[in-house]
């Protein structure tokens, strides 16, 4: 099993930034490809980026691309995502997730955080 934590979320002004974090752990961390999610009220859940397990591969969806960096510490076993010139239509809620697939679709992955909120005031 593997269990997820985020943290990191809060509330900032448009344009500012916030880096939240993911904490993995369990028997089965080896191998997993790691991504963020989000899902505002009353939408889908959306991708918003994935690092491979390597770390030496990202993908980010095309609404944070150039805005917001997804890493990994594989010694820690912990994700970030740092969020860059955040605009209100950013507020969510952030979920981590890993899969043993390089996949975009949240039906891939395996494991869930508890997600972690994140608004952005105008």
């Known amino acids: 099993q593997v269990q997820l934590v985020e943290s990191g979320g809060g509330l900032v002004q448009a344009g500012g930034s916030l880096r939240l974090s993911c904490a993995a752990s369990g028997r089965a961390t080896s191998g997993l490809h790691m991504g963020w999610f989000r899902q505002a009220p009353g939408k889908e859940r959306e991708f918003v980026a994935v690092?491979?397990?390597?770390?030496?591969?990202?993908s980010y969806a095309d609404s944070v691309k150039g805005r917001f960096t997804i890493s990994r510490d594989k010694a820690k076993d912990t994700v970030y995502l740092q969020m860059n010139s955040l605009r209100p239509d950013d507020t969510a809620v952030y979920y981590c997730?890993?899969?043993?697939?390089?996949?975009?679709?949240?039906?891939?992955?395996?494991?869930w955080g508890q997600g972690t909120q994140v608004t952005v005031s105008s």
């Open positions: 690092v491979s397990w390597i770390g030496s591969t990202t």
């Open positions: 997730a890993a899969s043993r697939l390089w996949s975009y679709a949240a039906n891939d992955f395996d494991y």
